[in-house]
């Protein structure tokens, strides 16, 4: 044994240990600026420990919110500690997908030696380039989800082998992305329900004393999750009852994808340059859905069935058993993809590179572990080193990438707005104004920057009321106009230019991405795109729209064209009625 061996692990351990730290101080310094979902996600962590404390999860657009609030839960310690910054979020969520990746590679180590810890740590920093450093950082839940799914494909397999305390590390990751995004609940039930069952079948052989050690883990596991989900059950038997919703949601009729679409979307993932390598994903102009061109050969599925052939005749039990839960998973994947409703948006459609990375993953492995038996020790030890090798290079990429992030839809419209408007409040809101009631327009740029001007506003320390319908920015603010001094009403673009154009209009705050005469040759360019957008989807249509919208960016010089406006109206004092836009 190579005595220096420890010695070298422990410095590349110290080494990678500063390199995070560094870029976890980066991302904290960042100076962002949240808007939309990620708005709202910072005011329901802001509720974490006090009366408001969330017992659901994020909003969703269908109308109801996801299952569990484990993702402000454990946002919120960690944020507090940071100083209550928006930046934080970016900490959390990059420490979450660090802790996912390290977590898994440690897991395959146990199971698969060095050799395999190396393929899997390349596959995985393969996997976050494709992401990309703003992803990454992004502690949205269809995002800060991804990672931790290979970490639980990965503990179902560790516990499936004989690992029983790697069921416990399954539970809480499964938990974690359910409760966070339902749209995991068909990958995670189908895939632990497969390696139960393996494991199930390995203990009925198992001598007394083994079967006790593995029903001590159950039943701590088990304990564990359900503390876990006591704050859902507590809102679905006292509370909305928002699992009743998504039941209800679940089980009606609606217009969805469909399985051969749903196939499509996870089968691209399964080819040779697939979208999860490249970060490259074809979105339609027309509907914003993700776009498959063609009907795709799921090569790595194919690979993967190979393996597991060979895996087999050579009585590979471990290797067959990760070839069947990841194959499980993929057909479970195409069932999840079959029921989403409406257009397939790109977040709702991005736990399939997960699959894809670990399809290939679990490819790879099943069919070197053929090629290795009949190879030397010296040849399989330059294979392992050249993984790791490119693990660490990948790595240094993908840490460069998240060191530039600006954070999350940093220098879209929405945020740069934002913060113009939210700098220009502090600066002109009387100090009679407290508190305020903020409202919107019913439009959809309104409503995202408003969710981040009430997050700008707590933080200039102002109290912040909206409009009773607005439950989803937490109950202590949905309280309607009672008691506010003022009113903000946030209105975009159209809106924005009418409203900030009546006779008497009290602008307090006003931002245009756009200086005026490239405002008028993109209005008038935008008209022509939305002529060519609402004709019907033909080829020569489409090329028409791209067309159109080449000139709309030409035109910007790549910039979003957003217009925000905040009127102030002072209200009687006390207020007790007013309407209020649905923010």
């Keep these: 044994m190579d005595r220096s061996s420890p010695r070298r692990t422990h410095l590349a351990a110290a080494a990678g240990a500063v390199a995070l730290v560094t870029v976890l101080a980066r991302v904290l310094s960042v100076s962002w600026v949240p808007v939309g979902d990620l708005a709202t996600i910072e005011m329901r962590v802001r509720d974490v420990g006090t009366s408001a404390t969330p017992l659901v999860g994020p909003y969703s657009r269908y109308g109801w919110d996801h299952p569990g609030p484990l993702l402000f839960w454990l946002l919120a310690g960690p944020y507090r500690l940071l100083g209550s910054r928006s930046s934080a979020l970016m900490v959390v969520a990059l420490l979450v997908a660090v802790a996912s990746a390290l977590g898994a590679i440690a897991l395959l180590r146990r199971r698969g030696g060095a050799g395999l810890a190396a393929l899997g740590g390349l596959v995985i920093v393969l996997l976050a380039r494709g992401l990309g450093g703003d992803v990454l950082v992004d502690a949205w839940n269809p995002y800060v989800t991804l990672l931790p799914l290979v970490l639980f494909v990965v503990a179902c397999w560790s516990f499936a082998s004989g690992d029983r305390w790697s069921l416990s590390v399954a539970g809480v990751v499964a938990t974690f992305c359910v409760q966070s995004h339902v749209g995991y609940g068909p990958v995670v039930a189908t895939v632990a329900t497969l390696a139960l069952t393996f494991a199930g079948l390995d203990l009925r052989r198992a001598p007394p004393d083994e079967r006790r050690a593995w029903l001590r883990v159950v039943a701590i596991t088990a304990g564990v999750c359900g503390v876990l989900w006591l704050a859902p059950a507590a809102d679905q038997l006292w509370g909305d009852g928002n699992l009743g919703d998504l039941v209800e949601f679940a089980t009606d009729e609606r217009d969805t994808v469909g399985l051969a679409d749903g196939y499509d979307l996870v089968a691209v993932q399964l080819g040779v340059d697939p979208p999860w390598l490249t970060g490259d994903e074809d979105v339609s102009l ?179 009321h909206v409009p009773t319908s607005v439950s989803t920015f937490g109950d202590r603010r949905a309280t309607g106009a009672a008691g506010a001094t003022c009113e903000l009403h946030v209105a975009s673009d159209a809106a924005a230019d009418r409203l900030a154009t009546a006779p008497g209009a009290n602008v307090l705050a006003e931002h245009d991405t756009l200086e005026p005469d490239v405002r008028r040759a993109f209005e008038t360019a935008r008209a022509r795109f939305l002529t060519a957008v609402e004709q019907p989807p033909t080829e020569a249509n489409r090329r028409i729209a791209t067309e159109r919208f080449a000139e709309l960016r030409r035109i910007t010089g790549g910039r979003d064209a957003t217009h925000v406006a905040v009127l102030l109206v002072e209200l009687e004092a006390p207020a007790t009625t007013r309407a209020g836009g649905t923010g």
Excluded at 387 to 395: D, E, I
Aim: proline share 4%; hydrophobic share 55%; net charge negative.
């Design 286 to 464: 027309f509907t914003g859905g993700v776009v498959v061109t063609g009907t795709p050969v799921p090569v790595a599925f194919v690979a993967l069935a190979i393996g597991g052939g060979l895996a087999l005749r050579r009585r590979d039990v471990a290797t067959w058993r990760l070839v069947a839960l990841v194959a499980a998973a993929d057909v479970a994947g195409v069932v999840a993809m079959s029921r989403v409703v409406g257009e397939p948006l790109e977040y709702l459609v991005r736990s399939t590179w997960v699959l894809g990375a670990v399809t290939w993953l679990a490819a790879v492995w099943a069919l070197w572990r053929s090629v290795a038996a009949h190879t030397s020790r010296a040849v399989r030890d330059v294979v392992a080193i050249g993984c790791a090798l490119a693990c660490v290079a990948v790595t240094a990429v993908v840490a460069l990438d998240v060191w530039g992030s600006g954070g999350p839809a940093s220098g879209t419209g929405h945020a740069v707005a934002l913060e113009a408007v939210a700098a220009q409040i502090e600066e002109r809101l009387p100090e009679s104004c407290d508190p305020l009631l903020v409202t919107s327009e019913p439009s959809f740029n309104a409503a995202i920057v408003t969710a981040g001007l009430v997050v700008q506003l707590e933080h200039q320390g102002e109290r912040v």
